[in-house]
């Protein structure tokens, strides 16, 4: 049995102004920290995590190295850089000796520009992001998903991971055309996908499994079952559901597949894809 992975989750000090993202959500608007994290690891069987940033500042970054360090369930970080910024070689000098940073993510789904991800400056920073062994977390709405097909074309070499399955429309039952797209930029093998944020894109009250069992169908047919992994997307998931929940309905869907396939996507892919 492979270990088990939680390839997404979260942790913050809470303030309104930091969080600004958080204002509909009064449940979490509270501090989430290492202690809140290995109780719910130990809910659902959790051997190690990836946390992901929040903020898109580079003390979160520092912030987050500095937890990993201290706590072995965290085996790497995804933090964020200034990807887009003139000095972003210079800046990630700092963290050539952090083996614990495994990829960096922007939160392109929150940018003015639909076309952010297709920008001059960012591409700059991606270009001299190559060699560097790190992976870059794509964080978009499934609306940009076409933008991030061409993105991503021109990073052959680069290990990209799709993080929440792009965001569907869950909510309002919308397959199409995030399926399509789905699957178009599932066809790049350089990509992987997080099964993670599902129930925050749902109705949060009324969800159910086979309310997500669509979606994870179109997800499974477009990777297949060794290019997914599984992330609670925790405590952001709490808005709608409980850590195990999450887990258990997870489990539950994929019970079917092979011991192998499930291995791969609740540990053994984010181990590899991360180099845990």
């Known amino acids: ?102 990829g960096l993510r922007h939160v392109i789904q929150a940018e003015e520009d639909e076309n952010y991800i297709l920008r001059a400056d960012f591409n700059a920073g991606m270009y001299a992001m190559r060699g560097s062994g790190l992976v870059y977390d794509i964080l978009v709405y499934e609306r940009q998903l076409l933008q991030t097909i061409d993105f991503v074309d021109e990073y052959p070499d680069q290990v990209f991971v799709l993080d929440h399955i792009a965001k569907p429309k869950i909510a309002t039952g919308q397959l199409e055309p995030w399926a399509e797209s789905l699957h178009e930029l599932a066809l790049r093998p350089n990509v992987w996908c997080k099964v993670s944020g599902l129930v925050t894109e749902a109705d949060w009250k009324t969800w159910t499994p086979e309310t997500l069992k669509p979606y994870l169908d179109a997800v499974v047919d477009a990777f297949g079952a060794e290019r997914l992994m599984a992330g609670s997307d925790w405590p952001v998931c709490l808005v709608a559901t409980g850590y195990a929940r999450w887990f258990d309905t997870l489990r539950t869907y994929f019970a079917a597949f092979s011991q192998d396939e499930r291995d791969a996507i609740f540990g053994a892919t984010a181990i590899h894809v991360y180099q845990l």
């Open 1 to 102: 049995m492979a270990e088990t992975i939680d390839a997404h989750h979260h942790l913050w000090h809470y303030n309104a102004a930091e969080y600004g993202w958080l204002k509909d959500m009064q449940p979490i608007q509270r501090d989430f920290l290492t202690k809140d994290l290995l109780a719910e690891l130990a809910t659902a069987g959790t051997d190690g995590t990836i946390a992901v940033q929040a903020r898109q500042t580079l003390d979160e970054t520092r912030w987050l190295l500095d937890l990993a360090d201290q706590c072995d369930a965290i085996r790497g970080v995804v933090g964020w850089a200034p990807i887009a910024g003139e000095d972003f070689p210079g800046v990630m000098e700092e963290f050539e000796n952090r083996p614990k940073l495994k």
